[in-house]
């Protein structure tokens, strides 16, 4: 009788365990339902009238999606300027802020105020580099951030005139955001960045993380169709 006792408690935890298991890939089916939903309706800016900016497209979806997975790494877009890279930077930026309860950043501080919201800090390296410089609390948030948006990484001219202070600031918070997520572009291709500093290309690259380089032949943005 004992035993008979032992075997059905054992096949009702068993058939409450399947039950449970069930319930979670319910609400895990109908989370992914609601991203895929959020990303379908979404105003892309970023528009795509031929397959090269499609394929670029996806790449970013793939990032958020990843992101949703709870899948922390960089998104980098690489290439000549006026070819939409700031505007799907800015996409990605404006659908996370807007989808905010769909993304997780564990390894972000509550008190980490941004530029957009308390989990996004946005800016140009310059901008970013300059907030670090006597400011350790606002270099920890940099650091720690659930998301870092950098524009204008390594654009060097006249006026980006980086010295080796300002590439170890920014190699220490591409180093200090290893399984965080970061979004940057650059007009630099990665074969440049390689050459001003190895180490910098390699954490582009860590943690299956995405890089986009942009091909000249991609018509500017102001030159494509409006569709």
Not at 80 to 102: A, C, H, V, W
Request: with cysteine; net charge neutral.
């Amino acid at each position: 009788m004992n035993l008979l006792k032992i075997i059905r408690q054992i096949e009702a935890a068993e058939s409450l365990g399947l039950q449970e298991e069930e319930e979670s890939t319910t609400k895990e089916t109908e989370k992914n339902t609601t991203l895929q939903s959020e990303l379908e309706n979404f105003d892309w800016k970023f528009k795509t009238p031929d397959s090269a900016l499609k394929e670029i497209k996806a790449d970013a979806i793939r990032f958020i999606t990843d992101l949703y997975n709870k899948e922390y790494k960089f998104f980098t877009l690489l290439g000549p300027t006026e070819r939409g890279k700031t505007l799907l930077l800015n996409d990605i930026m404006r659908f996370i802020k807007g989808s905010s309860s769909l993304f997780k950043f564990p390894y972000a501080k509550k008190t980490v105020e941004g530029r957009c919201d308390k989990f996004i800090i946005y800016g140009t390296l310059k901008e970013l580099v300059s907030q670090c410089l006597g400011n350790p609390k606002r270099y920890e948030e940099i650091k720690t951030c659930g998301i870092l948006f950098i524009e204008e990484f390594y654009n060097f001219n006249v006026i980006n005139n980086y010295n080796a202070m300002v590439i170890e600031i920014a190699f220490d918070i591409l180093n200090s955001r290893d399984k965080k997520a970061v979004v940057i572009d650059s007009n630099k291709m990665i074969k440049e960045i390689e050459e001003l500093d190895v180490r910098i290309s390699s954490r582009l690259h860590r943690n299956n993380s995405i890089v986009i380089e942009i091909s000249d032949k991609v018509p500017m943005y102001l030159k494509r169709p409006k569709k």
